[in-house]
Structures are given as C-alpha cells and as structure tokens.
C-alpha cells in the first residue's frame, strides 16, 4: 500500500511539473450537461465565485497551487480557482511567448506585437507605430526576455518575466508575467509597468 501510494505521488508530481503556466488549457471531462467550477481559493470546499462551460477553450491558467491540483485562473475580474484535473493543456511552441497581450495603468497603455511591428497605445493619444530591432531570451534563463523596438524618435526597451503574481492596479486580476518598459527616446528616460496575459 505504501508503494502504490508513493507511485501515485511521484506520477501526480511529474504530471503537475509538466503543466507549463502561465499557460491556455482547455477545460476537458466535464459533462455536457455541467460546468467547471470557479473557487475563491484552491480547495474544493471554498466558496463559487463562477463557472467555466464544460467545453471552455485557451483557459489562461497564471499559476499552480502548492500541490499542482489547482490552477488559478481570471474570471469576470476576479481571481479564482480552478481545478486542473479537468483542463488539458493547449500545445505552445516553445521559448518565447508570441501571444502575449502587453498592458499597463497610470497611465493607462498597452502594446501589441505583429511580426514585427509594434505598436504603442496611451490612452487619449495616437498610437505609435515601431518595428521590431530584436527579442531574445535572458542568458541563462527560460522565464524572462527582453525586446527593443524603435521608430519615430521613439526608442522601447522592454523586459519581460514570468512572475508568481501580476496586479494590474485597478482590479482583482492576477496575471502570470510582468513588464517594464523604457522609452529612452526624445533624450529622456520614461518608465512604465505592468503585466501580460495571453490572452
């Protein structure tokens, strides 16, 4: 009984390490006729705060609780939990993540990326249209990359990781990577942070 039960918890450690998140999942084994269940907190006890249809699709899972049984997920503004046993896995290609949608707040900004162009929204204003110079992983490290994008006087670099937990500042959202971005054109130095989904 000892080795089955040691069996079983080496198979659930090995499948909890190779859900990659933050990461799309799609919600799999759930009856037609039922739905996935959203928990304010990783137990299946915890309060419902929302479901999931039985056939949701790129589901952005952000992290893993501490036993890898549930996933923590943002649902109508709010983060809850989700459990993984019935979420599989989209296949991502690897290194980095193209998808990601960039976003941040004071002032409020985002930046999309397409091929390579870029482009820089601050709301109220234009956006501003970049190309892509380069993007490459961090030396060493498969959780953070860095971006340079330029055009028009204006010079971005931006460096992303992945993180634990991402605020936005403005909700109860969680997202799994953050950013910074420097403007070091016009012969300043302008900052702004914030976080990234993919979605």
């Known amino acids: 009984m000892i080795r089955l039960a040691l069996v079983l918890l080496l198979t659930w450690t090995g499948l909890a390490q190779a859900q990659s998140v933050p990461g799309l999942f ?86 999309d990326l397409s091929g390579s162009d870029v482009k820089m929204t601050f709301m109220g204003l234009d956006p501003l ?20 994008a330029e055009g028009a006087g204006v010079r971005l670099v931006a460096a992303v990781r992945k993180v634990q937990a991402c605020s936005d500042g403005m909700s109860d959202r969680l997202y799994g990577y953050d950013i910074d971005v420097i403007d070091t054109g016009q012969g300043s130095i302008v900052p702004y942070t914030g976080c990234c989904s993919l979605k």
């Open 26 to 111: 799609d919600v799999a084994g759930v009856a037609m006729d039922d739905a996935l269940n959203v928990r304010v907190s990783p137990k299946g006890s915890a309060d419902k705060i929302g479901t999931l249809a039985h056939d949701a699709k790129t589901v952005e899972v952000t992290a893993l609780s501490n036993n890898g049984k549930w996933g923590r997920i943002n649902l109508d503004g709010q983060a809850g939990w989700v459990s993984m046993r019935y979420l599989a896995q989209v296949p991502a290609p690897g290194g980095i993540p193209s998808q990601l949608t960039r976003f941040g707040t004071e002032p409020f900004w985002s930046m």
């Open 129 to 148: 249209r970049l190309s892509l110079v380069h993007i490459a992983p961090a030396s060493g490290r498969s959780d953070r990359f860095a971006m340079l």
